[in-house]
């Protein structure tokens, strides 16, 4: 079974940069879209943003023009390039694997990984 694996956060002061990785343990036949999700302490699950299998982006108004996501040409790596960034984005940043089959005939799936920590400092 294949596995997200986050990497990138950490503790950063307000204004400062971070670049978030999203890597699928094993290679992946194909996705219907790669997504970046947070959770801040006691609030819900909220899509940052998401990039499709054919390059389609989309982002949360709160971080339209400082974040960027992208992919590799594989497709089995994300990458979050966050800027300027706030105290408010802190959170747990979760990756997500949206409609993911592992062969071609494979049941599509949803796959998260376990979430990595960001915290901005103000």
């Known amino acids: 079974q294949v596995r997200l694996v986050e990497s990138g956060g950490g503790l950063v002061q307000a204004g400062g940069s971070l670049r978030l990785s999203c890597a699928a343990s094993?290679?992946?036949?194909?996705?219907?879209?790669m997504g970046w999700y947070r959770q801040a302490t006691g609030k819900q699950r909220e899509l940052v943003a998401r990039i499709t299998s054919t390059g389609r982006t989309n982002y949360a108004d709160s971080v339209k023009g400082r974040f960027t996501i992208s992919r590799d040409n594989a497709g089995n790596t994300v990458y979050l390039q966050m800027n300027s960034l706030k105290p408010e984005d802190t959170a747990v940043y979760y990756c997500n694997g949206d409609q993911v089959r592992m062969r071609y005939y494979s049941t599509p799936r949803d796959y998260w990984g376990q979430g990595t920590q960001v915290t901005v400092s103000s």
């Open positions: 094993e290679s992946i036949f194909s996705v219907n879209a």
